[in-house]
């Protein structure tokens, strides 16, 4: 007989679907990621993706701010634990020499972001909100001015950790006195 197809409720679903989104963004890059592969990777009908999201834009939009706070949550854990200005300092070197600021995967992942939110709005808004969650999280220890050279630092020596993987990444002692000065010299 015939009738609507009733199919089970699936309240994970939306996350699985920004979950593959990013897994597809980190393997193809965004111009190369489709409806057809998101919903692939999610397992579940591409009727899935139109029912959850307006479109792919929207798909984007959400599997970045999405990486975002995931990026954030670590970030500020880390920082968090941190019960003086030493070793919020450590933290900070430990962000960027450490393993678990960034996974390589999340490394394509945020050099994705950052590409994309030169085209759109919502995608850059949810980078500035990322930035100013991190130095949110510096600013229990250091000045607004430090914040702002410290989260520079992270960004950029990880971005530098990642292009060089056959040299080790940054050498410690040397990111540890960096971000020591800052810390003493802006406050």
Known sequence: MGGPRRV?????????????ALEVIAERGVHRTTHRAIAQRAS????SLT???????????QAFAHLARTMA?????????????????????DLI???????????VLLFEMYSYANHNDAVREAARAWMGVSRG????????????ALDALVEGWSLHRHF????????????????????????
Do not use: W
Not at 164 to 184: H, Y
């Open 137 to 148: 999280f510096l600013s229990a220890h250091f000045s607004p001015e430090a914040c702002r």
């Open 51 to 61: 029912y959850h999201f307006d479109g792919l834009t929207e798909i984007l939009e």
């Open 73 to 93: 949550r670590y970030y500020g854990d880390r920082m968090a634990a941190a019960s003086s200005r030493a070793e919020a300092c450590e933290a900070v070197v």
């Open 164 to 187: 060089e993987r056959d040299g080790g990444g940054p050498d410690r002692a040397l990111v540890s006195a960096t971000v020591t000065a800052v810390a003493e010299r802006l406050g």
């Open 8 to 20: 089970g409720n699936d309240p994970e679903r939306k996350e699985r679907i920004l979950a593959a």
């Open 97 to 107: 020499c450490g393993p678990g600021y960034a996974t390589p995967g999340q490394f």
């Open 44 to 47: 579940v009908p591409l009727g």
